[in-house]
């Protein structure tokens, strides 16, 4: 997102609860997922529309933050069906 430095949303990303864990021996179930890529980059780039609701919410523009909320909720909504499916495919 235009206007985020990318060092800080990076490093946002994997210090966050879910990152931290994305990043950890824990996540090992998903190291040899060809989803894993997506979902990372999927969750970076949260942190930075987050970072962008942000400097919108200090400028005031709510048909920014709105369009913006909308798509982290989709994104949000896609990591889930992602490691929904990943879950499933691991029962099988």
Do not use: Y
């Amino acid at each position: 997102v235009a206007g985020c430095s990318a060092r800080l949303v990076a490093g946002c990303a994997v210090i966050c609860k879910f990152g931290a864990w994305l990043h950890s021996a824990q996540a090992q179930c998903l190291q040899d997922a060809p989803t894993r890529e997506t979902l990372i980059n999927i969750h970076v780039e949260i942190h930075a529309l987050a970072q962008s609701l942000l400097k919108h919410s200090a400028q005031g523009t709510t048909e920014t933050l709105e369009a913006e909320i909308a798509q982290i909720k989709a994104m949000r909504d896609e990591i889930v069906g992602m490691l929904m499916q990943l879950t499933i495919d691991r029962r099988l």
